[in-house]
């Protein structure tokens, strides 16, 4: 008998031991994943001072949501993007500088390239036409997406807003050719038509059809605003993806705060009686409908008892618009940043950036380490456990996973590129057709035009106020050739001069 019940006994240890490895592993659950991407929104623009001090622009904004994830997550001071908004959105769904994949500038019509006329200089081909996964379309980059790298690993990728991956007409205007599952509300434009559900997003007519709003029928006649919009069908969607017991990616790509600069009523009022200009107001009233939104997806997934494991990282595409790109009209305002969107001083491409990953970044943390959009794609697949074996594409990003946890980073000093040859439509300081490399604190900027450098320690002059190329020229002979022989490993295009009927050089062979 007592060899019977001993049997017994231990039977039942080992099969304890032989599952409760296996039922630990089953109830360990890959994390959700939001990226919530913004759309012209500018350093200053919030309440949550990216700065060393609070600053007057902080204290005009209203983004209590953005006070919390900084409460309840890490904000990166120094976090960098591209100066307009494709090739930075390209950046992060590649993991590729701009200087290699070649959207260098914004994308729209099939085979048009978007650039302003220039007196001498003609710029490259460059992929006008976006990104693609398909080998039949011409002037585009062919990469395996993230969306189809987390879907491949088991996510439900939802993609909600402003898309701007390619040009109308190709695969790569509707995001569930790139991987994603579903698609609310993105396409080929970069813009709305309106904010406004009495307009129909501007689906009012044919006049309007290149930057209509799609698919969001339902709110058309309605009050619904844009964003309030966007944010619904994005929380129908994670619904979507509980109700499957499935972990879901949520691109949350917000067409605010991008012009036109459409007045939200609900908050509106307040910001006319503290007395800003009509235009400002309009715009305030926009960042904090953004905002709202980010709250309402928090509350959701509080709700749902999910937020202990969803991990949220906040980010905008490029600087705001500053005044001088709009021939002074204001909205927005970037100081103690010179200029803003499509520059290349900093108020073009430095970013709000936020990572809040329960149980793994501390609270209220802060990080001064320099970061830049491609290192989301690597980030982000890490994060979500994913192989990149696969992949198509060679990676200019580094995971800044090491930052959050404060471990070891193997990018601690590596220099950051930008590559631009190409002309925005607009005119401003630090915008024309360039180069830049920043290393350490600092940063080299070559204008392709007259083929002038300046230089900056930007930890000690954040305004670039005070260009040091004429008295540290050993550092600016070192940054040229780090930006150079960067520039030729990537095979970037470079524009064509017709004075000189001859491609503009590299900074080191100028």
Not at 46 to 71: C, G, H, Q, W
Not at 241 to 265: E, G, K, T
Request: charged fraction near 20%; proline fraction near 6%; hydrophobic fraction near 40%.
């Amino acid at each position: 008998m007592f060899k019977t019940l001993l049997s017994i006994l231990l039977s039942f240890l080992l099969l304890q031991g032989c599952f409760s490895p296996a039922e630990e592993h089953m109830e360990v659950k890959a994390p959700n994943i939001v990226v919530f991407l913004v759309d012209d929104m500018g350093w200053q623009d919030t309440s949550v001072p990216f700065y060393d001090s609070i600053t007057a622009f902080n204290e005009r904004y209203k983004t209590p949501a953005m006070e919390l994830l900084a409460s309840q997550g890490m904000k990166f001071t120094q976090a960098y993007a591209s100066a307009v908004c494709s090739p930075t959105r390209i950046s992060l769904m590649t993991g590729m500088n701009a200087a290699r994949h070649r959207v260098t500038n914004w994308t729209l019509h099939k085979n048009q390239p978007t650039d302003a006329k220039h007196e001498f200089l003609q710029f490259p081909t460059w992929n006008m036409n976006g990104m693609t996964n398909e080998l039949t379309v011409e002037n585009t980059v062919r990469a395996t997406p993230l969306p189809q790298i987390l879907h491949n690993a088991g996510y439900y990728a939802i993609h909600v807003g402003k898309a701007h991956f390619g040009a109308n007409q190709t695969p790569g205007e509707d995001p569930t050719h790139l991987g994603f599952d579903v698609n609310i509300a993105g396409h080929a434009a970069g813009a709305p038509a309106s904010y406004y559900g009495e307009n129909n997003y501007g689906n009012i007519d044919q006049t309007q059809t290149t930057w209509a709003v799609p698919g969001l029928e339902k709110y058309h006649g309605s009050k619904v605003f844009l964003s309030e919009a966007l944010t619904r069908e994005a929380i129908y969607q994670m619904d979507t993806a509980i109700n499957r017991n499935q972990p879901f990616f949520l691109y949350m790509a917000h067409y605010a705060v991008h012009a036109p600069i459409q007045a939200d009523s609900t908050y509106l009022k307040a910001y006319l009686e503290m007395g800003l200009d009509p235009k400002e107001a309009a715009y305030a009233s926009l960042i904090e409908g953004m905002d709202k939104s980010l709250g309402d997806i928090m509350s959701f997934l509080a709700k749902k008892k999910i937020e202990d494991n969803t991990i949220i990282l906040f980010m905008s595409d490029n600087g705001g618009l500053s005044a001088s790109a709009r021939g002074g009209i204001p909205h927005t305002h970037n100081a103690p940043l010179n200029s803003g969107k499509g520059s290349s001083y900093e108020g073009g491409i430095r970013e709000p950036m936020i990572v809040k990953w329960p149980g793994v970044v501390k609270g209220g943390s802060v990080q001064k380490q320099p970061v830049i959009i491609e290192d989301f794609f690597t980030s982000i697949a890490e994060m979500a456990g994913a192989s990149l074996d696969s992949i198509s594409q060679k990676l200019d990003g580094v995971s800044f996973i090491p930052l959050l946890k404060g471990s070891p980073y193997s990018g601690l000093n590596r220099p950051l590129f930008w590559h631009f040859p190409n002309l925005w439509g607009a005119k401003g300081p630090g915008i024309g057709s360039y180069s830049a490399v920043r290393f350490g604190n600092w940063k080299l900027i070559y204008f392709h035009e007259d083929r002038h450098v300046e230089l900056y320690n930007i930890a000690m002059d954040i305004g670039e106020k005070h260009n040091l190329a004429e008295n540290e020229k050993d550092k600016v002979a070192e940054l040229s050739a780090i930006l150079g022989t960067y520039l030729r490993k990537v095979e970037a295009q470079m524009p064509f001069d017709t004075r000189v009927n001859r491609l503009v050089p590299f900074p080191d062979e100028r």
